[in-house]
């Protein structure tokens, strides 16, 4: 481990014909089991490891890697030994780490003590710096949520007016323009959601440099009176900055998997107009009267659920770094480090080596 920084890792999907294995998803299985292990009792982990390791793996790279199978055995029959020896080697690191964490803070501590007031004051003054950020970032989210729902509602209104008319065509023209009329509408919606994700993503990127940014303003401001303990003082801000990434990786996730909630809800408009027009000619009408009159407004609600849900995630990204900064302020006056100190400077460190271990796996043979 060392006293020095850990280097930061970004994931990033294998090349070539190994593109679809994320060293990050994998990492994520051996973490999971890590940390599984670590509440069970010593004789269940005897009979845990090999089998259940063994189990996650092979259910996360046979949902990947469909297209290589027999790679994806081999790969397998590597991880799990190399996630069991991985799993004991951290073991040991993880009670020195806690050890050292501990110790380097309570040193830390002792030579801040001359300077409490000034170190209060410096890292509130970076909790105020923060919030005065974040504050416009929030704003930024919650208009370009509103702005992309927006978009997407005036896009789909059309389609509702659309359908209003056909209904007055005779039943074999309608039943006969209901598909492609259908395929059109699911385009619309998902090229709706890809835009909306387009210009969601960005965000937490701009909110990670500003994360970066605000970490380095708070190191330059408390180096003056850690001089003798710079080590102690980097092991707590890589933790902070630990800490502040997961938290902007979450508000990416959670960005994502909203905006592919909206499409999951808004698809099956599409798919109802479809199994509408397979029925009887006669009865079509009646069908899709009810579809038509309730098309605007079942849009309209889906939309606005999403914008109830995703406009407040920079408000709660905010709230979560304030909170962090709070936690560190919190630490450096007792000399106590919590249990996820160490645990997340560990998970970063199974993550740099899955990813490294998976770089010299050779690529399935053609």
Known sequence: ???????????????????????????????????????????????????????????????????????????????????????????????????????????????????????HQQIGTNIRQL??????????????????????????EPYAAELQERLKDNAESIQASLSPYADRLQQQIDGGVESLKERLSPMADELKAQVEQSVAELRRGLSPYAQEV?????????????????????????????????????????????EAARGDPESLRQRLAPLAQQLDQRVGQTLEAFRQQAAPFGETFGKQLVQRLEEMR?????????????LELLEKEVREKVAAFLSTVPPPQD
């Not at 092991?235 to 994502?256: G, I, N, P």
């Not at 630490?331 to 106590?336: C, N």
């Open 330 to 342: 919190g630490k450096l006056d007792s000399g106590a480090a919590g249990v996820e100190d160490h």
């Open 131 to 156: 919030q005065a950020k974040m504050s416009p970032y929030a704003e930024e989210l919650r208009s370009r949520v509103d702005r992309s729902a927006g978009e997407l509602q005036r896009a789909l």
């Open 230 to 274: 710079q080590d102690g003082l980097n092991r707590q801000l890589e933790s902070l900055t630990v800490q502040m990434e997961k938290a902007a990786e979450e508000l990416r996730s959670r960005l994502a998997s909203s905006s592919e909630e909206l499409r999951a809800q808004l698809s099956p408009l599409a798919l109802e107009l479809r």
């Open 1 to 119: 481990w060392g006293s020095g920084a850990v280097p930061a890792l970004i994931p990033a999907p294998l090349a070539g014909s190994r593109a679809d294995v994320n060293p990050d998803e994998v990492a994520s299985v051996i973490w999971k089991y890590f940390t599984e292990l670590g509440s069970n009792a010593k004789d269940t982990v005897e009979q845990l490891q090999q089998t259940e390791i063994s189990k996650q793996l092979n259910t996360l790279l046979k949902g990947n890697l469909q297209s290589v199978s027999a790679y994806a055995e081999d790969l397998q029959e590597r991880l799990v030994p190399f996630a069991t020896e991985l799993q004991a080697r951290l073991a040991q690191d993880s009670q020195r780490l806690k050890e050292q964490i501990q110790r380097e803070l309570r040193e830390l501590q002792a030579k801040l003590a001359p300077f409490a007031d000034e170190v």
